[in-house]
């Protein structure tokens, strides 16, 4: 059993930048490949970033790819989020996860094991 929390989501403007923050606990947290979805109001859960448990791989959906970077310090157990030049479209609850086996982009939600209960970002323009 694997539990996270995710903290640093709040309020900023179009154009500022955020770092979240997921603290992972339990049972070995660095055997776990770590990502973060989001969701938007009415719409699905998505795929947004993730970090292999080594730290050499990472991944990004389309609409984040060189504004957003995922990191992960394993002897703090924690995985980052830092997102730049926030738009109004990232506005969503953020949410870290974490799985077994090898690191992928674009992993459906259901590929994930482990969530936190998110954190909320809202960007205004």
């Known amino acids: 059993q694997v539990q996270l929390v995710e903290s640093g989501g709040g309020l900023v403007q179009a154009g500022g930048s955020l770092t979240l923050s997921c603290e992972l606990s339990g049972a070995t947290p660095s055997a776990y490949f770590s990502a973060w979805f989001r969701q938007a109001p009415g719409k699905d859960r998505e795929f947004v970033a993730a970090?292999?448990?080594?730290?050499?791989?990472?991944y990004y959906s389309d609409s984040v790819k060189g504004r957003f970077t995922i990191t992960r310090d394993n002897a703090k157990n924690t995985v980052y989020l830092q997102m730049n030049s926030l738009k109004s479209d990232d506005t969503a609850v953020y949410y870290c996860?974490?799985?077994?086996?090898?690191?992928?982009?674009?992993?459906?939600?259901?590929?994930?094991?482990?969530w936190g209960k998110g954190t909320l970002v809202t960007v205004s323009s």
């Open positions: 970090i292999s448990r080594s730290t050499s791989t990472s």
């Open positions: 996860a974490a799985a077994l086996g090898l690191v992928a982009g674009n992993l459906p939600p259901s590929r994930m094991k482990y």
